[in-house]
């Protein structure tokens, strides 16, 4: 691993904390490094991360963090970010701009922000200040982590997670009754989910027939927005993206299922396999043929496994 990989491993590290308040904004993590001089080896003189929308951004929060006797070392710093630094004004003004009154020497940027405000033109602004800019250093790992918000901008809908239960013999339910199949330890992991995502959806067959709550009692954190749809309610992924809905759930019967999979409307699928059979029900729904294993995980007994599109899926967290 290199010296600037290691810092930006710390960039996602300290991104990561600003997950649930930082939306409908990307999460960002900062650090500042000091080269050697007095001291042996490279230090970190500041750090920071995106804590809440309409707050301060990560480049803020690390140049506030920096001591008194430490601002002279500044000039002379690498700043590392995991997103590309903005250069509009919005709530905050712009961070290229705090960069570039701050002096530091050189900027060491994840990745490039796609939402259209921005999407080059702080990279641009830096560098057209003269300070030395180097673009990509753990860059799929840096898309990864906000992946959701990339989507959002990219494709005008939110990110779609599939999601169902199944047992090992491939049902999900029993003769067509609703069965328990989670354990009460994946349960509370589906619930975990669900505080991480904006919305969740259902078919109306799926709503009729069990009354899912559909909410996160086995876990702290906001419920999703709950959706259901059928023929007379169809799902408006454009209307979801104009409420600025950036992730979406999709937890129904197969029908449901088949459907977001025939039309290509998935970016992620998560499928617990319980180990229980049952004689016959309906069949679980058929992975689409571009659906890659990325990782899974055996709790007890209950596997479950994330799936995302071919080439996607080597740095899932």
């Not at 301060?56 to 002279?72: K, Q, R, T």
């Not at 259901?228 to 979801?240: F, G, K, Q």
Request: charged share 25%; with cysteine; glycine share 6%.
């Amino acid at each position: 691993m290199t010296e600037d990989e290691r810092y930006m491993w710390r960039c996602l590290q300290l991104a990561r904390n600003g997950q649930r308040n930082a939306k409908p904004n990307p999460m960002v993590g900062a650090v500042i490094v000091a080269p050697p001089s007095s001291f042996l080896h490279p230090r970190i003189i500041g750090e920071g991360y995106h804590v809440r929308c309409g707050e301060g951004h990560a480049e803020v929060n690390a140049f506030a963090s920096v001591s008194v006797e430490d601002e002279p070392l500044l000039r002379e710093a690498t700043m590392y970010v995991s997103l590309e630094p903005c250069s509009h004004y919005g709530k905050t003004p712009p961070c290229a701009d705090l960069i570039i009154k701050k002096g530091v020497r050189r900027v060491v940027v994840g990745c490039i922000d796609e939402f259209a405000e921005v999407k080059g033109r702080g990279i641009q602004r830096l560098r057209d200040a003269g300070i030395d800019v180097t673009v990509g250093v753990l860059e799929a790992e840096c898309r990864m982590l906000n992946r959701r918000f990339f989507t959002f901008h990219r494709l005008k809908r939110p990110y779609i997670i599939l999601k169902w239960a199944q047992t090992a013999n491939g049902f999900i339910d029993d003769h067509g009754r609703a069965l328990a199949i989670s354990s009460p330890f994946t349960q509370m992991l589906s619930h975990k989910l669900r505080a991480e995502e904006d919305a969740i959806l259902v078919g109306r067959v799926t709503d009729e027939r069990e009354h899912p709550q559909l909410n996160v009692r086995h876990w702290a954190g906001p419920n999703p927005r709950r959706l259901v749809v059928d023929r007379r309610h169809p799902l408006n992924l454009s209307s979801l993206h104009a409420q600025n809905i950036q992730s979406l759930i999709v937890e129904g019967g197969r029908r449901t299922l088949d459907t977001f999979i025939e039309q290509g409307l998935w970016d992620e699928i998560r499928v617990e396999t319980a180990p229980i059979t049952v004689s016959d029900g309906t069949r679980a729904p058929l992975l689409p043929t571009d659906a890659s294993l990325c990782h899974q995980h055996d709790y007890d007994g209950h596997i479950v496994a994330v799936y995302m599109r071919d080439n996607h899926c080597s740095v899932i967290d």
